[in-house]
C-alpha cells in the first residue's frame, strides 16, 4: 500500500477537495460575522441608551450565548447542505 491510499487521496478529485476547502472557509467566515451582527443586535441597547451595569453585563451574555448559538446553527447548516449536495452530485 503506498502512502497516497492509506490518507484518502483518490476519493476525490482536487477540484472536489478544493470546493470543500472553500465551502468551510465559507461557513466559518460567514457564521462568525452572523454570531458578531447577534451579539451586536443584542447589546445595542445597552450601547445606545447607557442602561446599568448589571442590565449591560446580562445583555453581553446573552448575545455572546445567543450570538455563538447562531453562528454555530448556521455553519452546521451550511455544511450539512454542501454535503447533502455533494452526495446529490450537484
Known amino acids: 500500500m503506498s502512502e497516497t491510499w492509506r490518507m484518502g487521496a483518490g476519493r476525490e478529485s482536487r477540484v472536489e477537495k478544493d470546493a470543500m476547502t472553500v465551502e468551510i ?17 443584542v447589546v445595542a441597547p445597552y450601547w445606545i441608551w ?3 451595569a448589571g442590565t449591560g453585563s446580562v445583555l453581553k451574555r446573552a448575545g ?13 447548516r ?8 455533494r452526495r446529490l452530485g450537484r
Open 25 to 41: 472557509v465559507f461557513a466559518l467566515v460567514s457564521g462568525a460575522v452572523l454570531a458578531g451582527a447577534v451579539f451586536g443586535v
Open 50 to 52: 447607557e442602561l446599568s
Open 64 to 76: 455572546a450565548a445567543l450570538g455563538g448559538l447562531v453562528g454555530v446553527a448556521h455553519i452546521v
Open 78 to 85: 451550511v455544511l450539512r447542505r454542501f454535503d447533502q449536495e
